[in-house]
């Protein structure tokens, strides 16, 4: 089975630190995508961050970037200047080849960040 | 503005009872997609749907059924089949299916069984 392990289900940071949210996948494909999906207390999933298997060029939208080794299958979120707004559970994504020409997202079980004032 | 609706926000059912979630979306996406969630859990996949039409089952589809009449629109409904159904439910489109397209996500329906 093709899995997405976040192993840390809880963390905290301080308003304006940096923190990285660690998230490992398990895939014998070589081209697929990544996601880092963050949904706020309202529950309103968004995409924060999407990385291409085949580009050696770590992802960055803003404050936030992503570590993608691709040997050791590890795709992890760097928050820098953590602000309260960051508050939220972050889930890792994996798209997989569902058949009939369909790809389908696999969602690790989330980490829950809180920022601490 | 563009986007996904979903409604209603909270549904209580009866045991036995089936119910229908709704979810329309005017972004013009080809694809969409319903997921469960529960505490502790990721999001898990119901069904989806590439096209009008179409549909197929994800990891979950026991107790659900789906259809898509309409571009805009792909109800869910919970039968009375499915053992545990409250949970909190998320509607998605997407403009296909292919692997590098951003899925957008409604606001969400929370399911109580009483």
């Known amino acids: 089975a093709q899995t997405v392990t976040q192993s840390q289900p809880e963390m905290s940071v301080q308003e304006a630190e940096t923190v990285t949210l660690s998230c490992t996948y398990d895939?014998?494909?070589?081209?697929?995508?990544l996601f880092w999906y963050k949904q706020p207390p309202s529950r309103q999933m968004i995409l924060v961050i999407r990385?291409?298997?085949?580009?050696?060029q770590n992802a960055t939208e803003n404050r936030f970037s992503v570590n993608f080794q691709k040997a050791a299958k590890s795709f992890s979120l760097k928050i820098s200047d953590s602000q309260l707004g960051d508050t939220a559970m972050y889930f890792c994504?994996?798209?997989?080849?569902?058949?009939?020409?369909?790809?389908?997202?696999?969602f690790g079980k989330g980490t829950k960040l809180s920022v601490i004032p | 503005d563009g986007g996904i609706t979903q409604s209603p926000k909270y549904l209580f059912r009866k045991e036995g009872q089936n119910v229908t979630l709704s979810c329309e979306q005017n972004?013009?996406?080809?694809?969409m997609y319903w997921y469960r969630q529960d505490p502790g859990q990721g999001l898990r996949l119901i069904y989806y749907?590439?096209?009008?039409?179409?549909?197929q089952k994800g990891d979950i589809a026991e107790g659900y059924s789906v259809s898509r009449e309409k571009k805009e629109s792909f109800p869910l409904t919970v039968t009375s089949a499915q053992k545990n159904p409250t949970a909190f439910y998320l509607c998605?489109?997407?403009?296909?299916?292919?692997?590098?397209?951003?899925?957008?996500f409604g606001p969400g329906t929370r399911l109580t069984v009483l």
């Open positions: 972004l013009n996406h080809d694809a």
């Open positions: 994504a994996w798209v997989a080849y569902s058949g009939a020409g369909s790809y389908q997202l696999t």
């Open positions: 749907s590439q096209i009008v039409n179409d549909f």
């Open positions: 895939t014998s494909e070589s081209n697929y995508y």
């Open positions: 998605a489109s997407s403009l296909t299916t292919a692997s590098y397209n951003e899925q957008f």
């Open positions: 990385q291409e298997a085949y580009k050696q």
